[in-house]
């Protein structure tokens, strides 16, 4: 997953960047797991039934020197990007997107431009 110094959802108007302030540990301590690499991912399925195997996920990777981000969701198999903002019916993933990205905007891991 390429990454850019500024991102956006599909069919969002919000863009956002990496924090400077934000640190690994901090992204740890939010959830986000490093993979082999050296990057950290986030990954979180879009529905508050856990046994639902049909929500969209966001996923959020950030690179290694902090500095790039991508953020996207997609299908519940992870393989098709989806517009959340499309559909009346996604309200309550476009509600949960906003949460968590409102989160990490307050908690210094994010920054909206």
């Not at 901090?26 to 529905?47: A, M, V």
């Not at 039934?49 to 990777?61: G, R």
Request: no cysteine; net charge positive.
């Amino acid at each position: 997953m390429a990454t850019k110094s500024t991102d956006q959802l599909l069919g969002s108007k919000d863009q956002y960047k990496v924090n400077s302030e934000a640190k690994r540990y901090t992204l740890k301590d939010h959830g986000f797991i490093e993979n082999k690499k050296g990057s950290f991912q986030y990954e979180r399925t879009l529905s508050s039934t856990v046994s639902d195997t049909t929500a969209p996920k966001l996923k959020l990777t950030i690179s290694k020197d902090l500095k790039e981000l991508k953020l996207v969701t997609v299908t519940a198999n992870g393989l098709k990007k989806v517009d959340i903002y499309k559909d009346s019916e996604m309200s309550k993933a476009q509600a949960m997107v906003e949460n968590i990205l409102a989160t990490f905007v307050e908690e210094s891991v994010l920054e909206k431009v």
